[in-house]
């Protein structure tokens, strides 16, 4: 959609100069506290805010999203982002003293989350705002330097550098290199400390290939095929709109958008007559207006997968409800609903990655669990019901690493819950507490007094020794007074006998 020149790829030497900056930035940044880097977070926040109209006008031309989804999408959802790890990163990342075992007693064990040093961030196409400052600074405030490459479909070239500068970030703290697909496979040679991709499973498998003989840690944040189960006892009208907007929204180009709509017999029909008439109500175009439903389409290549995807299920007996294909040669694809699909097509088996809405019936909890498990992806789900219990018993039902209850798409919208796939939709856990621990180095550490004890279970070992201990285990993990008793006694003779070394 970007009327832009492309950015200029980088040269041979321009990757191993990044990371020579960056190594430098990694060093300082690690002699910073959180709270430091947070009032940065913070700082970015307040940039965002204010200078947010001219980075939506940025995400429409070089997407074509409707102006509603960009400032829902990509503003709204940064600054929720941000908020969170001005409030939370300080004490998530805080050191942590945790237990220590009778067996250990006088010391003390600690946990500390330091920075893992470089992290490279390999971003999608479809959420080119969200998805450049979510990662950059989960991973950044954690203590990391960042090498970000965006997509080169939709690279928003010089504005991720432009904002970071307004909040005061030093220039190597963050590095951003444009490129294609070439530029990163040389970001990788230069042997980051992480990588994070969010992309393809086919670029993913690619990515962690390369990743491996240097055994460079990698997160995948892959595609999906995400379910929504609609039971007998939701509220139909209510759970058409969630379908609609889950399918729909961001032109359908998300990662967890719904694909496959599951609805129980008893109500199929109705359910699909409310959804086709909402569907038929739906506002396109590639004017950026208020009141636009639906943009347009982000790059050809994926239109094109969407067409083939339609006329391939058209062909094998699909019925299309609603929108259809359009017009060859655009980038706008109506809000489709197609019914009487079926799994040899690829509209079933391949992510769509489009406004396309498979609807399909189910007979009960068990048939529509064994259904959903049997796709090889496992991203996202939805779960439509009044029976609370139910819903929560499909959810531990469904392999996949988020499930929303009686809506949709809304686990990504809190920041404090970890976000990520199972099976081909990759592996790794990103935002919230898990998401930032990802991004650290989780270092044990145990600290004993300087004292001149030896400890009991050091050399030398002897036959005395041996029934010390065998009597410890034994009072160690019985229950009651007495066993307590017991261990304290046998324990005090162990630590005696322990200090007389070979006499």
């Not at 960009?70 to 998530?92: C, G, M, N, Q």
Request: net charge neutral; proline share 5%.
């Amino acid at each position: 959609m970007s009327s832009q020149p492309p950015p200029r790829e980088p040269t041979s030497a321009e990757p191993a100069e990044c990371f020579r900056r960056a190594r430098a930035a990694s060093s300082r940044l690690r002699g910073t506290r959180v709270r430091e880097r947070s009032r940065h977070i913070d700082a970015l926040a307040g940039v965002i805010r204010n200078r947010r109209e001219a980075i939506i006008d940025r995400v429409i031309k070089e997407t074509g999203k409707s102006r509603t989804d960009a400032l829902v999408s990509e503003i709204l959802s940064v600054l929720d982002h941000l908020v969170y790890l001005r409030r939370f990163a300080p004490k998530i990342l805080a050191d942590r003293k945790v237990h220590t075992p009778l067996t250990l007693m006088g010391k003390q064990s600690w946990v500390y989350f330091e920075p893992l040093g470089i992290v490279l961030v390999i971003s999608p196409w479809n959420y080119p705002f969200y998805q450049a400052i979510v990662p950059i600074t989960s991973a950044f405030v954690a203590g990391n330097a960042v090498v970000y490459k965006p997509s080169e479909y939709t690279p928003l070239q010089g504005l991720v550098e432009e904002l970071l500068h307004a909040a005061g970030f030093e220039p190597d703290w963050v590095q951003v290199v444009y490129g294609d697909g070439a530029t990163g496979a040389a970001l990788i040679d230069e042997r980051p400390d992480k990588i994070f991709f969010t992309g393809s499973v086919r670029t993913g498998k690619k990515i962690m290939a390369q990743a491996a003989p240097a055994l460079i840690p990698v997160e995948l944040e892959l595609g999906g095929k995400d379910p929504m189960i609609v039971f007998e006892d939701a509220n139909l009208k209510r759970a058409a709109a969630g379908a609609l907007w889950g399918a729909m929204t961001n032109t359908g180009q998300s990662c967890t958008s719904v694909e496959y709509l599951y609805v129980q017999e008893s109500i199929y029909e109705e359910f699909k007559r409310r959804l086709v008439a909402e569907a038929n109500k739906l506002r396109q175009s590639l004017d950026a207006g208020d009141d636009i439903d639906l943009g347009g389409m982000t790059t050809d290549f994926q239109c094109e997968i969407v067409r083939e995807q339609l006329r391939d299920a058209a062909g094998r007996g699909a019925r299309v409800l609603a929108g259809g294909g359009g017009s060859e040669g655009t980038r706008i694809i109506p809000p489709t609903v197609i019914e009487a699909v079926s799994p040899e097509m690829r509209l079933l088996t391949e992510e769509t990655f489009g406004p396309v809405l498979p609807i399909i019936s189910f007979e009960d909890e068990a048939d529509v669990i064994r259904r959903v498990n049997e796709s090889e992806y496992g991203l996202s789900a939805s779960v439509w019901t009044a029976d609370i219990e139910r819903a929560k018993r499909v959810a531990r039902a469904i392999v996949t690493g988020n499930v929303s209850i009686n809506n949709v798409m809304l686990t990504e919208g809190n920041p404090a819950l970890p976000f990520g796939g199972t099976k081909q939709s990759g592996f790794g856990r990103y935002k919230g507490e898990f998401g930032l621990y990802s991004f650290s180095n989780i270092k044990s550490v145990i600290v004993d007094k300087n004292s001149a004890k030896i400890e009991a279970n050091w050399y030398p070992y002897t036959k005395r020794k041996y029934e010390l201990f065998s009597r410890l285990t034994d009072t160690l993990f019985s229950r009651g007074i007495a066993a307590f008793t017991k261990f304290a006694i046998t324990g005090l003779k162990l630590e005696s006998y322990a200090q007389k070394g070979r006499e």
